[in-house]
């Protein structure tokens, strides 16, 4: 074993990693370490499969950069940290984000348009979750990333393209990692955030540690693109809508995600699958809004595998359309693949190129379909023209979240000195609850090492 011991070693320097090694750096500790598989910022490239998720900045290094000022909406913290201290915790991250240079801009702060838009929901039918939201933007989150970078450079250690590959523990307490390469490196406190790139890594080391853990709900959907005047009463106000609506058939939860306005749909590739999501630049506009909108879907027994089941439907996607598959709305309703010449004549003009018209109803099972349609419908008495044949679809869209962890409320896991934070512990979905959980985790840790 390496004679370096390290005070702490981070794993994964997306948004956890990052806050935890910035509030051990102000707090002065010394011989830090981050380590993770991707690139280092300068040298990712958002073209790139791997590059998209993996490295520096790690999932938010090309996101929206959406921050939403919510306990209810990106993760589980508030069951971990009491409301007021969370909200302390969402103003701490903030600044860090303000400081190295995102815009100072906030949406959703006018109570009386968001009371409004809440009340005019609960006619439609269904709920609107009011937030303020800072929003980055795509093209600006790699700058404000590159500089935290350059803040932490003669702070603390930074090794990228360098993949763990297991966790090391002794009697109950956690002793280092070992990196793919085969070298073991040791560390008093490890802070684990592998993001949803490493939920299937994690979830074979916490089966291998036997850590504790259960499945979070798969969310399957589709992604949806329409002329962005059609949403402009929600964008213009809230910039985000989270709408949530209780399906009339299966009354099943269906939400709308991820919603960017003047925003491109783009193709993700995690772990050899094509789907689709969405993102928008700060400055640069397209003449379209779209936003996913998903179903989740939980099991219980003989089947209890989430993540399987939302893997098989988007191969599904992946064999019937070689990548992603966009369809009309009016297509859809009317039993028929959307063609070339369909598209041809529709008022949306798509902004992801390469997407293969085709049949979504061949892949989405009756039930998503159905509660997708009339989630629309619903949207469609708050925004008139959503639910128009010219609307685009684009499937399939999903989000596999890793198993929830067994953690205490300092995030530290079963195994002594062995904090797991951010999307790969299952306790974050967003860019501001995963910074957030980094600090925590950070306090713990420097707590920890002073006894
Ligand atoms: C296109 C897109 C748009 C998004 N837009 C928004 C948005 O607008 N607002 C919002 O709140 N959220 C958004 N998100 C989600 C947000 O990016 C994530 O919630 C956030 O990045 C999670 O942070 P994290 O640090 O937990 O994990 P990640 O950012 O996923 O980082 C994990 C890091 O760990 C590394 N890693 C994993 N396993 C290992 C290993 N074994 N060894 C070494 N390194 C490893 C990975 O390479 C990666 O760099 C978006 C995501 C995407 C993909």
Same mark, same amino acid.
């Given at each position: 074993m390496s004679t370096d011991c390290y005070n702490v070693i981070i794993v994964g320097a997306g948004p956890a990693g990052i806050f935890s090694a910035c509030f051990l750096a &102000? %707090? =002065?500790? $010394?011989?830090?370490?981050?380590?993770?598989?991707?690139?280092?910022?300068?040298?990712?490239?958002? &073209? %790139? =499969?791997? $590059?998209?998720?993996?490295?520096?900045?790690?999932?938010?290094?090309?996101?929206?950069?959406?921050?939403?000022?919510?306990?209810?909406?990106g993760g589980f913290l508030s069951e971990f940290i009491p409301g007021e201290e969370l909200d302390r915790l969402f103003e701490q991250v903030d600044r860090v984000y303000l400081e190295n240079g995102a815009s100072p801009q906030l949406f959703g702060t006018s109570s009386e348009a968001m009371v409004e838009l809440e009340t005019d929901a609960k006619l439609a039918g269904m709920q609107f979750i009011p937030a303020r939201i800072r929003h980055m933007g795509t093209e600006n989150c790699a700058d404000i990333l590159k500089q935290i970078r350059e803040f932490l450079r003669e702070r603390v250690k930074v090794r990228t393209s360098t993949r763990v590959e297991h966790i090391l523990v002794e009697n109950g307490t956690v002793k280092g990692v070992q990196l793919a390469n085969g070298e073991k490196l040791t560390c008093r406190g490890l802070i684990v955030a592998p993001g949803r790139i490493g939920?299937?890594?994690?979830?074979?080391?916490?089966?291998?540690?036997?850590?504790?853990?259960?499945?979070?709900?798969?969310?399957?959907?589709?992604?949806?693109?329409?002329?962005?005047?059609?949403?402009?009463?929600l964008t213009d106000v809230a910039y985000e809508s989270k709408l949530i609506y209780y399906s009339h058939t299966f009354d099943d939860r269906v939400r709308?995600?991820?919603?960017?306005?003047?925003?491109?749909?783009?193709?993700?590739e995690v772990n050899g699958l094509i789907t689709v999501n969405g993102h928008s630049y700060f400055h640069k506009r397209t003449e379209n809004?779209?936003?996913?909108?998903?179903?989740?879907?939980?099991?219980?027994?003989?089947?209890?595998?989430?993540?399987?089941?939302?893997?098989y439907i988007a191969q599904l996607a992946n064999l019937l359309g070689k990548g992603v598959i966009i369809q009309r709305l009016g297509d859809l309703i009317a039993g028929r693949r959307s063609t070339p010449k369909r598209?041809?004549?529709?008022?949306?003009?798509p902004t992801l190129a390469g997407a293969t018209p085709g049949d979504l109803s061949f892949v989405l099972p009756y039930r998503h379909l159905k509660d997708i349609i009339e989630m629309l419908e619903a949207m469609d008495r708050l925004t008139p023209g959503i639910f128009s044949r010219h609307t685009l679809i684009y499937g399939i869209e999903v989000k596999f979240y890793s198993n929830r962890l067994q953690l205490t409320d300092s995030l530290e896991s079963e195994v002594e000195n062995?904090?797991?934070?951010?999307?790969?512990?299952?306790?974050?979905?967003?860019?501001?609850?995963?910074?957030?959980?980094?600090?925590?985790?950070?306090?713990?840790?420097?707590?920890r090492l002073k006894t």
């Open positions: &102000e %707090q =002065g500790l $010394d011989r830090v370490l981050i380590l993770d598989q991707g690139n280092d910022i300068y040298q990712r490239r958002r &073209e %790139q =499969g791997h $590059d998209l998720l993996c490295g520096w900045g790690g999932a938010g290094a090309f996101s929206d950069g959406k921050l939403t000022f919510s306990r209810e909406v939920a299937q890594w994690m979830r074979s080391e916490a089966r291998r540690l036997k850590l504790r853990s259960r499945p979070n709900p798969v969310d399957i959907g589709v992604r949806v693109e329409a002329p962005a005047a059609v949403l402009t009463r709308t995600f991820c919603m960017n306005p003047f925003g491109e749909v783009v193709t993700e809004t779209n936003f996913a909108v998903l179903v989740s879907s939980n099991f219980t027994e003989p089947f209890n595998d989430p993540i399987g089941y939302g893997r598209l041809a004549k529709c008022i949306t003009r062995l904090f797991i934070i951010g999307d790969g512990a299952g306790i974050t979905r967003g860019l501001l609850q995963a910074s957030a959980s980094g600090l925590v985790a950070g306090k713990a840790v420097i707590e």
